[in-house]
Nanobody, 121 residues
Framework: VQLQASGGGLVQAGGSLRLSCAAS????????PGWFRQAPGKEREFVGT??????YYADSVKGRFTMSRDYAQNMVYLQMNSLKPEDTAVYYCAARNGGMVMTSTNEYKYWGQGTQVTVSS
């Protein structure tokens, strides 16, 4: 499975962006996708994941970010509202086998190339 993230950009604090992740080359519908981000000098961190029954977010984005999934189009989205400068990072989409909620990067087998999100103050 190949993942391609897009939709990043420069936005002012308080603004919104929607990231997209397109999957190809395999049975994406059987995988559980997630979003991660990595700020300069920091480790890659969990943002959110969505299974068939559960959507789970990191506390830092809860209430501001929303994940959704289009099974027919093999797409995953991350709607980001009320953006803050501390949300600045490269955002990665990822996917894993199994339907459980997992927040560790080690649990995800498939990774996209990342898209830069920069939030100015």
């Amino acid at each position: 499975v190949q993942l391609q993230a897009s939709g990043g950009g420069l936005v002012q604090a308080g603004g919104s962006l929607r990231l997209s992740c397109a999957a190809s080359g395999g049975s994406f519908s059987s995988l559980t996708p997630g979003w991660f981000r990595q700020a300069p000098g920091k480790e890659r961190e969990f943002v959110g994941t969505i299974s068939r029954s559960v959507t789970y977010y990191a506390d830092s984005v809860k209430g501001r970010f929303t994940m959704s999934r289009d099974y027919a189009q093999n797409m995953v989205y991350l709607q980001m509202n009320s953006l803050k400068p501390e949300d600045t990072a490269v955002y990665y989409c990822a996917a894993r086998n199994g339907g459980m909620v997992m927040t560790s990067t080690n649990e995800y087998k498939y990774w996209g190339q990342g898209t830069q999100v920069t939030v100015s103050s």
